[in-house]
């Protein structure tokens, strides 16, 4: 598993190009930006929950968003399971 993970915007796909270069290696992972908007269009919560277990450990999202929109990209460091 990578220790860094780089997400980028898909509007930036020069930077993408660059710190693919630079960092993915077996210890970096670089990614696109793979979000096309929120995915519940409807205020209702879903009827039934299907999942047993919470994969997320915490919560990125909000912090996630505002990275990509000031500077194209962000970077993670993933705990180790």
């Known amino acids: 598993m ?5 997400i980028v915007s898909r509007s930036e796909p ?3 190009m ?3 270069h630079e960092y993915a290696d ?6 696109l ?3 096309g ?3 519940r269009r409807s205020e209702r919560p879903p009827p039934l929950e299907r999942r047993h277990v919470e994969r997320r450990h915490r919560d990125i ?3 996630l968003r505002k990275n990509l929109r000031k500077t194209g ?3 993670l460091r993933r705990l180790a399971r």
Do not use: C, H, P, Q
């Open 14 to 16: 020069k930077r993408y």
């Open 37 to 39: 908007g929120d995915r």
């Open 73 to 75: 990209w962000a970077v």
């Open 33 to 35: 930006d793979r979000r």
């Open 18 to 20: 660059y710190l693919r």
């Open 2 to 6: 990578a220790d860094l993970l780089f």
């Open 61 to 63: 999202t909000s912090d």
């Open 26 to 31: 077996e210890s970096n992972e670089v990614i």
